[in-house]
């Protein structure tokens, strides 16, 4: 076991979460950015990390990481006697967050990063295509359904329990940008298998890409908006997973 290439992936890891973090809460602070902009931003990067979990040869390490993130994040509130905490709540935190006192969307993001990386490292530690790919359509697809959504969204999708806008341009943008992620990590993670993964055909991949944006965008699209962080990779994943299991 290589020790010494593990902690190293490991404190760049880190290094690479805290920068992605830092910049963006200190824009907000100098008011160079938007609370908006700075939470998609840290949404958009933070989660990248996830990609470094199929280089560890003790992947355990990756549990480690998402699993120490996430308690980080829930103690990061309103009330936190912690000043960067607090600065990191005060420059991310929505209104829907109020209530609650602590970043429940990003703590939800978190959480699902490591459930999914726990579930995979311990059941199928050859497959970490699976949850890359749902992380990845959290990360940027979310992110960027968002963004057109506000910007461009005509068509209003209506959908009361959702605590949210919902449109088509939207859910488009999930969909198509959803099924690019996903064909990407299946192909450099499973077509071209690089590292110890189980290898799959190019066929195999753009169907699991396809079968994965649809079902994502689905569950994006009836999800509350304060927990489709969590709802998206978890039920996205586990699905597709199951299905290539019965077939």
């Known amino acids: ?24 809460v200190q824009l907000k602070k100098r008011g160079k950015i938007t609370k908006f902009q700075a939470r998609k931003v840290v949404h958009l990067l933070a989660g990248l990390s996830v990609l470094t979990v199929s280089y560890f040869e003790w992947k355990w390490w990756a549990v480690i990481i998402s699993g120490s993130l996430t308690f980080l994040v829930l103690l990061s509130s309103k009330k936190s006697k912690v000043k960067q905490l607090k600065e990191l709540y005060e420059s991310i935190g929505e209104e829907a967050e109020e209530q609650v006192g602590y970043l429940q969307g990003p703590f939800h993001y978190c959480l699902s990063i490591t459930i999914l990386v726990l579930v995979f490292v311990i059941f199928a530690p050859t497959q970490m295509y699976f949850p890359v790919a749902g992380i990845l359509l959290m990360i940027i697809s979310d992110t960027l359904a968002s963004i057109i959504g506000k910007r461009y969204g005509k068509i209003s999708i209506k959908l009361p329990w959702t605590n949210s806008k919902r449109t088509l341009e939207g859910s488009l943008s999930f969909l198509i940008s959803g099924f690019i992620l996903c064909f990407i990590a299946f192909t450099i993670f499973g077509v071209t298998n690089p590292i110890t993964q189980e290898h799959i055909s ?11 944006s649809v079902l994502a965008t689905l569950v994006e699209m009836f999800s509350p908006s304060t927990w489709d962080d969590l709802t998206v990779p978890i039920l996205t994943t586990l699905i597709i997973f199951l299905l290539t299991l019965l077939f």
Request: hydrophobic share 70%.
């Open 1 to 24: 076991m290589n020790i010494l290439l593990d902690l190293l992936i490991v404190l760049i890891t880190y290094i690479y979460v805290f920068i992605t973090i830092l910049i963006p």
């Open 202 to 212: 190019l066929e195999t991949a753009i169907i699991f890409s396809l079968v994965t």
